[in-house]
């Protein structure tokens, strides 16, 4: 039997839950038999929508009746404690019980419970929020898209390496072309902090991507650029 | 016989200048006679090109060689001297020769020289690049989309008068609700900035227009907003 990746889910967070997050693991399922869904929260209203849908080899219920509200700020979030579906959830990747954890609810709080828990890679200073936005060719790895109002240069670049390994776990044979998201093409342009940013990757040469400079907001969906690096306030509102 | 409107034409700059600027004169002549243009360029090359389209009576051609190019800097631009086609554009503005002045070229060069010979409004600080979106129930006035790269609060407060007075202008009938593009429709999100205009606008209570708060990206298209405010490096990547 092959070795099963563990997924801890928060099943209490976002709009719909717990059943669009059980729904999605249901149908996750259906195509995917190599997960285990380690699923966190009120077991009463959990159990009888995931029962008989999926067999009882591919999950596990983990019973917790205390959650963070869409409406908690981040800090109110992390301070309902720590047996809210969220918190023990991020805590099953802490102890090595999950490989990965999985919650559609407060932004913020995971964010927060995830720092105070998980801890940050060495030398990266702010931890930020990826997706994946269609291009003409395929996908583009896009952060932070609001994690951080305000980054430094070194926060930026910190952004540039995280999305590109990122974009090499998900297409490992290729090598990320990397941009930052700027108001014009040519060095010139920009902020400050955009114009630091662009000397620092400009003369590090990392191996493990390109450095393609800037990219203008109407060249997003061109496909010539895989890993889109941004602050999270411009991130967000694009 | 009616007074009409002196539109003072740069017909050297942009892309495809000036056969393309010409073309538009020539296809706004045909449904709008109320119009009478005066056309900055190389007489040489733009007689050609509007001659036997359109009545003599719709147009007079300012003969000069020299133009603004599209690769100046704002600066360079500018120094190119006060014969080239942009600059006597513009001061046929300045000298009440003309009601308005239309460009394609140089944007930044286009800002410069207009602040050095129009000057700006009493109490205004920085001009903005403004224009206009489609929305599902109509359009919205958007500024700045990149005039200004960092904005304080005082420039976004004068963003949402300036904004308001240009939709007032297109629809004398409506009160424009302006709001402010940000991560989030909550009071406590953003940065410092966009909360300091928020507490100007909501404690001015304009008479000229209503404050609507926040305005999330997701949200630009759904037409609830009529002036949406953004500072130059936001405005311009969204």
């Known amino acids: 039997m092959s070795v099963k990746i563990k997924i ?3 099943a209490m967070g976002g709009d719909g839950s717990p059943k669009k997050v059980i729904d ?3 149908h996750n399922n259906q195509s995917n038999k190599n997960n285990f869904y380690k699923i966190f929260g009120d077991k009463n209203k959990i159990s009888p929508l995931i029962e008989n849908k999926i067999n009882k080899e591919f999950y ?4 917790t009746e205390n959650a963070i509200k869409s409406t908690d700020s981040p800090l109110e ?6 047996d809210t579906s969220m918190w023990l959830a991020i805590q099953s990747v802490k102890e090595k019980q999950a490989d ?9 709080a995971l964010l927060v419970v995830s720092k105070l828990n998980l801890k940050m890679i060495e030398n990266i200073d702010k931890p930020a929020l990826s997706a994946l936005w269609p291009n003409k060719k395929g ?3 896009v952060l932070d898209l609001g994690a ?3 980054c430094s240069a070194k926060n930026l670049s910190d952004f540039s390496s995280m999305g590109a390994a990122l974009y090499n776990s998900l297409y490992p044979d290729e090598i990320a072309n990397v941009a930052l998201l700027n108001i014009g093409s040519e060095e010139l342009k920009g902020n400050e902090v955009i114009k630091e940013t662009y000397q620092i990757l400009n003369d590090k040469k990392s191996v493990n991507f390109n450095f393609s400079g800037y990219i203008e907001g109407n060249h997003l969906m061109d496909g010539e650029v895989d890993v889109i690096v941004s602050d999270g306030f411009t991130g967000n509102t694009v």
Chains 1, 2 share one sequence.
């Not at 990965?100 to 913020?108: D, K, L, R």
């Open 100 to 108: 990965i954890v999985i919650s559609a609810g407060n932004t913020g």
């Open 148 to 150: 951080n109002i305000e």
């Open 77 to 82: 979030g992390a301070k309902r404690g720590k």
């Open 60 to 63: 596990e219920i983990f019973h």
């Open 139 to 141: 996908m583009s790895v």
């Open 24 to 26: 999605g693991i249901i």
């Open 8 to 10: 801890a889910v928060d």
